[in-house]
């Protein structure tokens, strides 16, 4: 059973600071990651990818990813209120797409 | 380039009718994977189909079907609708099914069983 677990929150943090979000997934043979952005009420929506090991960085976004510690995490910088929603960390190996349950972030002004 | 698309965005149905819901992938994109997504259970994977063919099918009972036709849309039909069906549908498109692709989300169907 493929398992991918996400602190379900909320994460609560104040406008401007950083946002941390982790995940953590069971199949060794797991070979992209993505982080996507639901809003209450509204379809996932894909904000990050990554590949293989190490930083990668968007804008505001950044995701680290560790396969030897099994574990994905989504900093998201300089928060802002409008980045309040769930945030859905995402699993793929050779078949389908995993999903967390997700992570709900309220960024407060 | 348009999105994905998915109709209808509503749906109420009585409990032991049946419902055919609609995908449109992204112009290009030949896979289309379903899942259904309510409150207590996140996003569950429904099925996944790839060039007409289905490559790989979630833990739900046999009530939920799907198919692709050749111009990649796709359609999913649950018969025997029970009130535990009620939740939001999603349907995301992919340029293929290789595991270095990603995945992009219609708006969803909200279907409410009474």
């Known amino acids: 059973q493929k398992e991918v677990e996400q602190n379900s929150g909320p994460l609560s943090v104040p406008e401007g600071a950083i946002a941390s979000l982790n995940c953590t997934y069971s199949?060794?043979?797991?070979?992209?990651f993505f982080w996507y952005r639901q809003y209450s009420g509204k379809s996932p929506e894909l904000i990050m990818s990554?590949?293989?090991?190490g930083d990668k960085e968007d804008g505001r976004f950044a995701a680290q990813l560790n396969k030897a510690s099994q574990y994905v995490s989504l900093l998201i910088r300089d928060s802002q209120p409008s980045d309040s929603a769930t945030y859905l960390c995402?699993?793929?190996?050779?078949?389908?797409?995993?999903f967390g349950k997700g992570t709900m972030l309220l960024v407060s002004p | 380039k348009a999105g994905v698309t998915q109709t209808p965005r509503y749906l109420i149905k009585t409990r032991g009718q049946q419902v055919t819901l609609s995908c449109s992938p992204i112009?290009?994109?030949?896979?289309v994977s379903w899942y259904q997504q309510t409150p207590g259970q996140g996003l569950q994977f429904l099925f996944e189909?790839?060039?007409?063919?289905?490559?790989n099918k979630g833990n739900f009972p046999g009530r939920f079907s799907g198919r692709q036709f050749s111009n990649s849309r796709s359609e999913m039909n649950v018969s025997t609708l029970e009130l535990g069906d009620s939740a939001l549908y999603l349907c995301?498109?992919?340029?293929?099914?290789?595991?270095?692709?990603?995945?992009?989300f219609g708006q969803g169907t909200r279907l409410t069983v009474v």
């Open positions: 995301a498109s992919s340029l293929m099914t290789a595991p270095n692709t990603e995945a992009f």
């Open positions: 199949d060794r043979g797991s070979q992209s």
């Open positions: 990554i590949y293989s090991n």
């Open positions: 995402a699993v793929r190996g050779y078949s389908t797409l995993t």
């Open positions: 112009s290009g994109h030949r896979s």
């Open positions: 189909y790839f060039s007409e063919t289905q490559r």
